[in-house]
């Protein structure tokens, strides 16, 4: 059984569409992540949140945005994308300080 | 602008060898340096980490070797296994804050 579930986990979607990433954790951790990941590049912080009132923007935040509905949800949403948008982006979960992170299975997502 | 690198981008070795990834980091303030292991559809996990008041350490087949002033470390797995096939990303990170910046991923392929 996963920990960190993210649904879907497969989406095409067109330019110009909203569309939103669920992760939910049964973890119990505080803090919650959202990474994207592209060829040669590694993992990217998009943003994260230490707990359920706290949103912060990570590396690359730009285009996207999130909410953390509960300490166990956090959804990613792009508001309008575009083709460059296309990766595989993973949910996190840890706990306080430098304790492993804790990723789900991935989305794959392509904007055509 | 990466602040860490990592290299090769892939990597093929055969059965019983030792397989070498190298990363480097330019950000004198990080002070913890994991490595995580990813298989194909699956997030990535915590493999071994590291802190720089040590120079080695070990768990089983794999090691982290930390050269601080040359602000460099590799990941060497002895006695390469096709279990190991995977990609393997470094990263750093500073304070307690868990804003881990990752390398652009290794490709390791073991062959039988």
């Known amino acids: 059984d996963a920990d960190v579930t993210q649904t879907p986990r497969n989406r095409i979607t067109k330019t110009g569409k909203r569309i939103m990433l669920e992760c939910s954790q049964t973890?119990?951790?505080?803090?919650m992540y959202w990474y994207r990941q592209d060829p040669g590049l590694g993992l990217r912080l998009i943003y994260y949140s230490f707990d359920v009132k706290d949103i912060n923007k990570g590396e690359i935040s730009d285009g996207y945005s999130v909410s953390r509905q509960a300490q166990a949800k956090f959804s990613l949403s792009l508001e309008s994308a575009i083709p460059n948008q296309t990766a595989l982006y993973f949910c996190?979960?840890?706990?306080?300080?430098?304790?492993?992170?804790?990723f789900g299975n991935g989305t794959r997502l392509t904007v055509t | 602008q990466q602040q860490v690198k990592q290299s090769p981008q892939s990597l093929i070795v055969q059965k019983g060898g030792i397989s070498i990834i190298n990363c480097a980091y330019e950000n004198t303030a990080f002070d913890y340096f994991p490595w995580y292991q990813q298989f194909p559809g699956k997030g990535p996990a915590l493999l071994i980490a590291?802190?720089?008041?040590?120079s080695e350490k070990k768990e089983g087949r794999f090691t982290i070797s930390f050269n601080k002033s040359a602000k460099q470390f590799s990941l060497h797995i002895m006695d390469s296994q096709p279990g190991d096939s995977a990609t393997y990303f470094c990263?750093?990170?500073?304070?307690?804050?868990?804003?881990?910046?990752f390398g652009g991923g290794t490709r390791l392929m073991v062959k039988p």
């Open positions: 590291i802190r720089p008041d040590v």
């Open positions: 973890k119990g951790h505080d803090r």
């Open positions: 990263a750093a990170s500073m304070g307690a804050g868990n804003m881990l910046t």
């Open positions: 996190a979960t840890s706990r306080q300080g430098n304790s492993p992170l804790h």
